[in-house]
T-cell receptor, first 116, second 112 residues
Framework: GAVVSQHPSWVICKSGTSVKIECRSL??????MFWYRQFPKQSLMLMAT?????????EQGVEKDKFLINHASLTLSTLTVTSAHPEDSSFYIC????????????FGSGTQLSVL | AQSVTQLGSHVSVSEGALVLLRCNYS??????LFWYVQYPNQGLQLLLK??????LVKGINGFEAEFKKSETSFHLTKPSAHMSDAAEYFC??????????FGTGTSLTVIP
């Protein structure tokens, strides 16, 4: 089946630094990628939808200047947490949808971010 | 607007017993419905999905779910729980597939 690779799987950083998370579709082209955030014991929260070659669409309440999303190619989307703070510590998951499908999504394995 | 409610954040069953995880949704249009499973430190895996057609959907690992429009439900069941079924389960709804809305998840514990 289709594989989505998310890297890194975990990262620890100091407050004020920026962290980049990569999401790659390894064997398919993804016109749309989604970024989610999961707090402990809570639901996945959709942060933004990124479409290749265009600006990401952010959900209400998500700071676009803080969570920079780039979808430069059909196989790669990146999420950069800028000037990270301890409250940004969370589990981030990406998903990708292959071209020509409506509902099939493939998920990355997630990135656990800890900001000290 | 779409939303999903999963009743019971924690469910415990004995090994071999019936598994029932509840999911109710709201949608202004005919929905696509999904169940995903998340094992510790892993990403989400699709268990099964309903788009159109037969309302009883069979998925992987012996799981199945039935779409009941009149009850706006999509409960997940498995006749006999196995230790390896212990995980977090998420119900999700989508309209056109552009956005997915997830429930808060149900943590399944299987007691030996």
């Amino acid at each position: 089946g289709a594989v989505v690779s998310q890297h890194p799987s975990w990262v620890i950083c100091k407050s004020g630094t920026s962290v980049k998370i990569e999401c790659r579709s390894l064997d398919f082209q993804a016109t749309t990628m989604f970024w989610y955030r999961q707090f402990p014991k809570q639901s996945l929260m959709l942060m933004a939808t990124s479409n290749e070659g265009s600006k990401a669409t952010y959900e209400q309440g998500v700071e676009k200047d803080k969570f920079l999303i780039n979808h430069a190619s059909l196989t790669l989307s990146t999420l950069t947490v800028t000037s990270a703070h301890p409250e940004d510590s969370s589990f981030y998951i990406c998903s990708a949808r292959p071209r020509m499908t409506l509902e099939k999504l493939f998920f990355g394995s997630g990135t656990q971010l800890s900001v000290l | 607007a779409q939303s999903v409610t999963q009743l019971g954040s924690h469910v415990s069953v004995s090994e071999g017993a019936l598994v029932l995880l509840r999911c109710n949704y709201s949608s202004s249009v005919p929905p696509y419905l999904f169940w995903y499973v998340q094992y510790p430190n892993q990403g989400l895996q699709l268990l099964l999905k309903y788009t159109t057609g037969a309302t009883l959907v069979k998925g992987i690992n012996g799981f199945e779910a039935e779409f009941k429009k009149s009850e706006t439900s999509f409960h997940l069941t498995k006749p006999s729980a196995h230790m390896s079924d212990a995980a977090e389960y998420f119900c999700a709804v989508s309209n056109t597939g552009n956005q997915f809305y997830f429930g808060t998840g149900t943590s399944l514990t299987v007691i030996p």
